[in-house]
């Protein structure tokens, strides 16, 4: 009798840990940056500020132009802890996965050929623009969010 009530409690304990477990993964999973898509160019016109409450903002407006202030230099795969300010154009590319941003000015030591971009990326709070990582296995070193003005 005293191996059944052990089992029985065993059991009992592996179900809750399991279940727990369970939901420790979806809630991480939910929570990941994914890669998305936007349907339109219109749906990204606005200001967008870095998500972790750091100064600076993008904002993109609808004659496709925008205008950044203490943008994250990484975005021009420029190797700077150094933020970027000024203006260009915008577009969407890449069915609608990323930013591709076109500095009048780009800053020093951007390389000419290059298309500095934004991803376009999901979390569980809805879309996101992702400042790429060049870390293997970081998808993101700065995610921004639209905020409303």
């Known amino acids: ?15 809750v840990a399991a279940g727990g477990i369970s939901w420790w993964a979806r809630d991480r999973l939910d929570a990941q940056v994914r890669f998305a898509a ?5 749906s990204l016109v606005g200001t967008w500020k870095p ?13 496709d132009r925008f205008t950044a202030t203490a943008l994250p230099l990484e975005v021009f795969t420029v190797p700077s802890d150094g933020m970027f300010a000024g203006g260009g154009s915008w577009s969407v590319d890449d069915g609608g996965r990323s930013v591709v941003l076109k500095a009048d000015s780009p800053p020093p030591g951007a390389s000419p050929d290059e298309r500095p971009s934004l991803g376009v990326v999901r979390n569980s709070d809805g879309i996101r623009l992702c ?6 296995g970081v998808l993101c070193d700065h995610l921004l969010r639209r905020v409303t003005t």
């Open 1 to 15: 009798m005293r191996w059944g009530r052990r089992l029985a409690a065993v059991a009992v304990v592996g179900a």
């Open 38 to 42: 936007v349907s339109s160019p219109a």
């Open 51 to 63: 998500e972790d409450g750091t100064a600076g903002q993008i904002r993109f407006t609808g004659d």
């Open 131 to 136: 400042v790429l990582s060049g870390d293997p």
